[in-house]
Every structure is written in C-alpha cells, then in structure tokens.
C-alpha cells in the first residue's frame, strides 16, 4: 500500500499574536477549561507588552506577574525581571530571573540569563555602587543583539496526535536563504527542540517550526515571525499517508501475536502483539491471532479509507496441556498412563503435552521409592511438576541384623541340638543304669543348652530388631510436587510437543536446575540414611 | 510392638530353662552312684567282698594288693548309700600285705564268740602274731595264724616265714614275693582256705577254729617234705577256692595255673574236707592228698578260681577260670565223680562240668581279643533284676567302652544250667568313664530290697560304683533311682 502525503497542516488554526494587557491580578478564577486561563494569560500579556511600551514599568511588571500566575510560562517571568530592572528594582529582577532558570533550566536564552544575572549581582556589589547602573546593552548572543530590554514572547505549538517531535530554528542572519528541510541552511540555528505540546521563551525574530515525521505521520513545517511580549499559539494537524485506515486487535489475554495477511505458517513477523492498534491498507484484510496454548482464531474484514476497526478477538484454549517433568534425582524413569515417556535428567526436564485431565504419572529411581501419582492437566498451560523423589531407606542395619540373627538363631539350633544329644546320652544312660553324678556330660549339655538359650536370644532379639528396621519407614513417600499453571511463555514459537532427554551439559557450562521453576524456596531438616549411620540433613532450594 | 515381643520373649526363656534345668532333673537319683576314695587308699577298689546280714550288707573294698595297707567298710541298706565308710584302715601297725582276694565270713568265731559279717583281708603282723589279719562289722580285729616251720623239718620255710619276708621287703619297698590267697566257704560258719605260691603251700581253717591245717608241703613221718611243685605244678597255690558239698563237707580247691615242667596246662587240684579233716589220704596214712586233680588241658587254667551258688538247687558251682574262658563245674558232681586222680589224662568235662563263659562285645563294650588272663578275676553271683534266678557278673577291667580305652566294664550273664548256655543280659558301664578306669577289677553283689545292686571297683578312677538298676529288672523290683 502506498501512502499520498497531504497538507502539512491541515489545520492552523491559529497564529494568533495577541497583545493582552491585563491586570495584575486578573485570571485567578479561569479554571474552567485551559484554553480560558490561557486567553487571561494571554490578555495579561498583551496589557503588560502595551504598559511596558508606555514606560509604565512598574504596571507592565504587575501585569507580566498576572500572566504568570494564570499561566506558569517562563517569558511572563522573563518579562516582569526586565521591567523590574527597568525601573531599577535589581533584587527583584535578580530573584525573578534566578526563578525563571529555576523554573525552565533548558530554556533556549538560559545563558543569556545567567549572564544577565552576573551582571545584575555585579551592579548590586557595594563596591561598585556609584558605579551607576550596569549597561546591559553588551549583548554576546543573537538574542542579546536584539536588546536587553526587549520583552519576549510565549511560543506555544500542539498537533494532532500529540507527541511529535519539534524542531525551532532561529534565523541568525537576516539575508539567509529560506530554510530547507533536511539541508544545512547556513543562518539558521535549532534553539529549541521537544515534544508537541510544546512551548519556548523566544525573542523577537524569525523562526522556522518543524514538526518531525513519527509513526505514520508525515513532518509538517512552517515560517513564523515572533513579535514583541506577544503569545504564538500553533496547532498542527498531522496527516498521515493516503488510503489508510486504523485498526485495532485486543484480545482478553493480551499478548497474542498478530498476523496480517500472512497465513500459517505464517512466514512474516507478526504484526504486533495484543493489544495493537495501527494504520493498515484499504481494503480486504485477514487476521491470525495466535498464542500459544490457545486455538489459532482469524478474522477477515475489509477497512475503507479514514476507517477505525477494531477487532475484539475471543481466544479459546487449546485442548490439550503441557507437563514440565523435572526431579530431584538422577536419572528418573518417567511413565505416563503407563507408557515411558523418558528419563529425566538434572540437566533434561522432560516437556510433554498431554490432553488436558488428570493423567497418572509413575516415577522410579534408583535407590528412591517408586513414586505414583496423579496430575490434572489443565486446557492450554503448563503445569511444571517436581518429582520429589525420596530416598529408600537403608536396609543394611536391617540386613546385618538378620543375618546376625540367623547365625545366631542357627548356632543356637546346633547348641540346641548337641544339647538334646547329650541329654539323650545321659537319660539314655540313666536308662541304662549307667549314669553316674560325677559325669562331665551334666556340665557339657548344661553350657550347651546356655549357649543355645544366650544364642536364641540374641538371634531372637536381633530378629525382632530387624524385622522392626525392615518395616520402618520413617521418611515420607516420594510424591509430586504440582507448580502454579502458567501461560506458554511468550514467543514466536510453537508450544513444545515432547522434549526428549539431552545429554548431558558440556564442561565448564552451568547445568539449568533440576527443580520446578516455579516451584517456592524450600528449607527442611529431613533424615538422611547413608551407609554410615542415620543423622539429620538440611536441604534448602533457593 | 514389645506387647508382642514380650509373650515370645518369656517362651524363650522359659524353653531355654528347661534346656538347662532337665539336666538338673536327669542328675537327681542317678542310678549308678560312686563311692569315693575315703582318702589315701592307693587303687581303691581293686578288690573287694561283701556279706549280707539282717542288718544290710557289708562291703569292704581294698586298695592295690600289696601296696596299700588300707581298706574301707560300708554297710548298705538302701538306695541312697552315704558315701563315707564304716570304718577305714584296719592296719595301725602298717605291717599289712592286704591281698588281692579277700574273703567274708558269715561269722566268725573267736574264742567261742561268734563276730558277724568278717572280713579276711590279706596277711601281716597283729599284736606280734603273722597270720591272716580279720576284721569284723563290730568292730573286732583279728589275726588267724598260719602255718610256722615243721618241727620235723625245721630248715623249710613256712607261710609264715613267707609273711615275714614279704614284710621285711615291704619296709625295703622292695619286690614281694608272697601274694597270699584267701577263700572262704559261704555258710554261716565258714571254712577257711588260704595258700601261698611261694612256697607251693596250702591250708585251711576248718569251720569255728583259727587252727591252720596244712595241705601242702606235707610229708609222712619221718620223710622229706615232698615238693608240691613237683607233685601238683610249679604254680601251686597260685589261688584257692572253696565249696560247700549239698552232701556235707567242702571241697577245696587249689590251683596250678602254669602247669608241671613242660606240662604247661593248669591243673586245679581238689581236696575233699570233712568235719575239718581231709578225707582222702595220699600214699601215707593220715598224710592229706587231694581227691582229685581237674587237668585244664590249657594254659593258665585255674588262675582264677570262685565259688558259688548260680542256679537253683543245693549244689554249689566251682568257677575255674584261665583267664580268657571261665568254666563253670558243679561242686557235688566233681566231688562225686572225681576227673582224675593225678591229671594225667582223665578227660575234661566229663565230669562236673556245666557251661563256659566268655567275654561277649556289645555296641558299647569291646576289647574281648586283648584279654589275657583277668577274665574272671572279678566274680559275683547276684539275682540283678529281681527274678529270683542268679546272673553271672564278671568284671573286665580292659574293656573298651565307647572307644574309651581300658574304660572297664561288669558284664551280666545269664546261665542256663539245662541247656547250658550262657547269654548276655547287660553291660554294667559308668557313664562318667575315662580311660583307664579300669571298671570291673572287683565287683560283688549286695542285697538290697528283693533284688541284688552290682558293686563294681574303678581303681584307675580310685572309686567304686554301685548300680542300682537294671534293664532286665522287671516291676517293683527297681528302686527309686530306676525310670
């Protein structure tokens, strides 16, 4: 679409040089609207420029202080310090201009003014008092050319839309060529630079406004001629290209990308991110709102010339869900319904979309506990979860036990069973009528059946420790640690589908972190078991 | 989780205090109980004899023959025995040679007055008289001399110059050369017979008198002594027995166990005594000479010789062992029957002659091949389980007993007279046995309730044993200490 450049200014709609001569009090009460304390300032103005030509200075000052209170702008002040030092009043003229630096810093002749207020205090030293009244006629500036004494005047410049750059240039040689946009234009000088709305302090003489291109609008200039104690009011209405029209896309969840007449794949970037608004072509027009998580939707609408449309584009979410899987061991084996779907890794989350519902989710780990569980999957976001696997609890005490237990409890069945040997022997013996009260066996079978009794209870004690530090469990389950759902990240991308375990991280590079993005600092004391003992250990995630 | 420890906790222990505490019930009452060494009887129980009266039974047990002049007493009338002796020592002068067999008497009669339940128990000197030292339950102290040098022949050593020596010797710690042997008759008033190898000597007490009279050497008036080890062997004397004939009279036995010369088979000579006189004369009147002699046709025949009453009936049985084999003769068969006059080929066992009894293994008892000549040492006669009938108990001091070496035990036999068989009824073993207890080298029988208990001497052990049970015994003749 090509765009037809058209009036600069559209409108302008004033250039109005208004002598307002007004009282000093005058325009206390406009507050009505801004335009109307502006018309007070401007009346007050004028009154002062008129008084001041009459020589009433004291008057002029009064009335350029009215317009400074109905208006704060610098050139009323300006005004009222140089009728103040007409008349001789140089304390006052000192604190009016000290106030006018104050209150405009970058003002376009501040030098000028912290010169002229060197002087002022150069005229106000004791030693110098019959120096008579400083001449203030030495001007070093363009502006002080044309005399100290010269009132200034308010320069005021708007545009529609607002927010356009302003460029004031000041023509330093009278006999300079007119000003060219874009050349060098020797005698001319930018004294002035903002945003629209705009306004300047600006002595008499002539000057060139430019109003800069941004967005679509087009740059729009103009001559103007600023008079004495005067206020210059400029509106300008931009103009954009030709044969546009305005279009607007919201959407309930901002951030959906935008794309215009480029259809999926969508080779182009997007055109802008919900909420965006902009100038388009005339004509037949298709809109792609995508986001991620969400259905892709489109719209196809047709815009005239000088049209505004706005589209209000209802997103629905996707139905299926993202889980990110990550885990606090490694390697996690990680099924899904049942079906593996990959090995978690510290440095290999595992990304999986899933239809939306609750899904089971089975864990397992080398020396953790087998961890099942259940996630509900919302439509269009991601769950992150962390498999919080914990640590089988060590059997070795448990183990040693037993097998203590088992080479105890069978040494206590072999005393047992040497016991009941020699006790047949001797109740064999006694039968037989051959057993005598000196015989050693007495003894022999009474060590045995201690041994044994001392062997069955330890084994026995030992057994029942063990069978205990078998069935204890004193840590948690393993579990799952669901995270807040969130939105796809924004990006130009497509959701992730499935991220298959990584290697790896090379050396030297950080390993991304295990755990849930999401999921909050933790601090816990939680047992430890290792090999070597049982003993308490703080874990804290950051 | 200890609420349910707990119960199996206390079966535990409970189960494992009867694992100890049933031994404890076994040692209650054992059946064989030891008697202990009183105290410094060296070989204590290597011999032994009891007597049986109204008042219990006598046991006198002795030490090593020859060695220890010491010997203990026991009365016994129950099942729980005190262990200490009645009486102990029986030598205040040590001139004592207490020898391997002694013998009890029923009753003594010294000086008219009669001494129940007497012991013989070897030689010696007693209030300056060497003879046969006695002791009885009561108390009393006696000696019996024995035959001094005849008058006629003063140059021959007597018995009682034998004593003497033995006696010197024995203060000299010096080789004995007598080994007296002494028997006695089981009436109640008994004939006494002792002999001496030595000298080939042999007398006799007849019964209520301390008269020794001689067997041998003996000679006619005015002959030589004749040599008896030229006329009945070179070992005669070697040992003795004694026999009650049902017809009256004794029949004294003497053995030769090693034969004459080259004739080296044992001959056991037998004397026929009548109201204390020797009723067959030799070729000289009133010169005694045996009635007959009983030829072995073996070595070491009549080495050891007992007698008794097994079997049912009057007659009393001769036990003539040599060592290995122990035959059994009847007492009246051989005085009636004579075998032969002088053992010179009158076969055996045509007279007199019941059964024969060897050394039987059992699963626990072995060692029969190494017996040489102590089968039959050790001899008692006694009804262990109660039935009424005898059994034969022979103690085997070389027995093995469970692999353990010379352990020793007492082998019960039943003998059937009729069939004349002999059968194996019981091994008596302690189950206390060590090696070289040398169980059985004395054993006798003591009467207790309805049925006879077996005594059995340990001399390697330095105690005896008795054993009050039996696996034959039938009901009600098993006492306390029997399951």
């Known amino acids: ?542 | 989780m200890f609420r349910q420890a707990l119960p199996l906790l206390l079966i535990t222990t409970c189960t494992s205090c009867s694992w100890w505490s049933r031994f404890d019930d076994l040692k209650d009452h054992p059946p064989v109980v030891e008697m202990e060494n009183p105290g410094g009887i060296v070989g204590f129980g290597t011999t032994m004899a009891t007597v049986t009266t109204e008042v219990g039974t006598h046991l006198l047990v002795l030490g090593e023959p020859n060695v220890s002049p010491k010997g203990a007493t026991y009365r016994i009338t129950n099942d729980t025995p005190a262990t200490t002796p009645n009486a102990s020592g029986f030598c205040p002068t040590g001139r004592c040679l207490f020898g391997s067999t002694p013998a009890a008497l029923q009753t003594m009669l010294i000086d008219g007055q009669p001494h129940e339940a007497c012991f013989l128990l070897g030689v010696g000197d007693r209030d300056d008289t060497l003879g046969l030292l006695g002791h009885c339950s009561d108390g009393l102290d006696f000696v019996l001399p024995v035959p001094g040098r005849d008058e006629a022949h003063p140059t021959v050593k007597s018995p009682r110059d034998v004593i003497a020596e033995d006696l010197a010797l024995q203060s000299l710690d010096k080789l004995l050369i007598g080994d007296f042997k002494i028997a006695a008759s089981k009436d109640d008033v008994p004939l006494i017979a002792a002999a001496t190898r030595h000298l080939g000597a042999a007398w006799f007490y007849a019964p209520a008198t301390t008269v020794p009279i001689l067997l041998s050497p003996v000679a006619a008036p005015g002959l030589p002594l004749e040599d008896p080890f030229l006329t009945f062997g070179d070992t005669f004397g070697s040992e003795v027995a004694v026999v009650k004939l049902s017809e009256g009279g004794y029949l004294l036995a003497i053995a030769s166990p090693h034969g004459i010369g080259n004739d080296t088979q044992g001959r056991v000579w037998l004397y026929r005594i009548v109201e204390g006189k020797v009723v067959h004369d030799g070729p000289h009147p009133d010169v005694p000479a045996p009635m007959s002699c009983l030829p072995g046709f073996r070595h070491n025949f009549g080495i050891h010789m007992r007698s008794g009453k097994l079997f049912e009936g009057s007659s009393e049985q001769l036990f003539i062992s040599d060592g290995v084999t122990i035959s059994i003769y009847d007492a009246d068969d051989l005085a009636k029957y004579p075998p032969s006059v002088d053992c010179s080929g009158a076969p055996l066992g045509s007279t007199g002659f019941i059964t024969g009894v060897n050394c039987v293994e059992t699963a626990s008892v072995s060692g029969c091949s190494r017996i040489t000549n102590e089968f039959g040492r050790a001899l008692a006669i006694a009804d262990v389980n109660g039935d009424g009938s005898k059994e034969l108990v022979i103690g085997v001091p070389t027995l093995d007993v469970d692999g353990t070496n010379t352990a020793g035990a007492a082998l019960v036999y039943h003998v059937d007279p009729e069939g004349k068989q002999t059968r194996l009824l019981e091994t008596r073993i302690i189950s206390s046995r060590d090696s070289g207890d040398g169980l059985g080298s004395s054993v006798a029988a003591m009467r207790i309730g309805s049925r006879d208990v077996v005594v059995a001497g340990a001399p390697g052990l330095g105690s005896f044993f008795i054993f009050f049970c039996s696996t034959t015994g039938g009901a009600g003749h098993d006492s306390s200490r029997c399951e």
Not at chain 1, 116 to 127: C, S, Y
Not at chain 1, 147 to 174: F, N, Q, W
Not at chain 1, 494 to 508: I, T, V
């Open chain 1, 1 to 542: 679409m090509t765009r037809t450049p058209i009036l600069p200014w559209l409108v302008a709609a004033c250039s109005v040089m208004v002598a307002l001569m007004l009282e000093p009090r005058v325009g206390v009460a406009q507050t009505a609207s801004q335009p109307t304390s502006l018309d007070a300032a401007k009346k007050q103005m004028e009154r002062g420029q008129e008084l001041y030509m009459q020589q009433k200075y004291e008057e002029a000052a009064a009335a350029f202080a009215a317009a400074y209170t109905i208006q704060p702008y610098g050139a009323f002040l300006y005004n009222e310090g140089v009728c103040h030092q007409k008349i001789g009043n140089n304390d006052k003229a000192l604190a009016i201009f000290r106030k006018y630096l104050a209150a405009d810093p970058g003002a376009p002749d501040a030098e000028q003014v912290r010169h002229r207020i060197q002087r002022l205090e150069q005229a106000t030293q004791p030693l110098d008092a019959d120096a008579g009244p400083v001449d203030a006629d030495s001007p070093s500036s363009i502006v002080e050319e044309a005399g100290p004494d010269l009132m200034k005047s308010l320069v005021m410049i708007e545009s529609e839309p607002p927010s356009a750059p302003v460029s004031v240039y000041y023509r330093t040689v009278p006999s300079a060529s007119p000003f060219q946009y874009g050349q060098d234009n020797p005698g001319w000088q930018r004294v002035a630079t903002g945003q629209t709305p705009f306004h300047a302090s600006l002595q008499l003489g002539r000057y060139h406004i430019v109003l800069e291109p941004f967005a679509d609008f087009q740059k729009s200039e103009t001559d103007i001629d600023v008079a004495e104690g005067h206020v210059h009011q400029f509106k300008a209405n931009l103009q954009q290209g030709e044969f546009l029209a305005f279009l607007r896309v919201t959407t309930p969840m901002p951030g959906a990308r935008i794309y215009v007449d480029d259809p999926p794949p969508h080779k182009k970037p997007p055109w802008g991110r919900t909420p965006h608004e902009g100038l388009i072509g005339v004509g037949d027009h298709t809109i792609w709102i995508v986001k991620n998580g969400f259905e892709t939707a489109s719209r196809a609408f047709s815009v005239k010339h000088g049209e505004e449309r706005e589209e209000l584009v209802e997103l629905i979410r996707g139905s299926k869900g993202t889980l990110h899987i990550s885990g606090n061991a490694s390697p996690i084996h990680v099924s899904v319904d049942g079906i593996p779907v990959g090995t978690f890794h510290p440095n290999s989350a595992i990304t999986i979309e899933l239809p939306a519902g609750k899904h089971e989710i089975t864990a397992t780990a080398d020396d953790r506990k087998d961890l099942v569980g259940q996630v509900d999957v919302p439509r269009g976001q991601v769950v992150p979860i962390d498999l919080v696997m914990v640590p089988t609890t060590p059997r070795g005490a448990a183990w040693t036990q037993a097998i203590v237990s088992a080479v105890f409890v069978g040494g206590g069945i072999a005393l047992k069973v040497q016991s009941d040997i020699v006790y047949d022997d001797i109740h064999t013996a006694k039968t037989n009528g051959s057993l005598t009260e000196s015989d050693e066996r007495y003894t022999k079978g009474k060590i045995y059946a201690y041994g044994s009794a001392a062997c069955f209870g330890v084994g026995g004690t030992l057994a029942l420790l063990s069978t205990y530090n078998f069935i204890k469990d004193p840590t948690p389950s393993s579990a799952i640690r669901v995270g807040v759902p969130h939105d796809y990240p924004d990006s130009d991308t497509a959701p992730p589908r499935l991220s298959a375990p990584r290697s790896p991280a090379p050396a030297g590079k950080t390993a991304p972190r295990t755990t849930s993005p999401v999921a909050p600092p933790a601090l816990a004391i939680v047992p430890s078991y290792p090999w070597q003992g049982v003993g308490l250990m703080l874990q804290g995630r950051f």
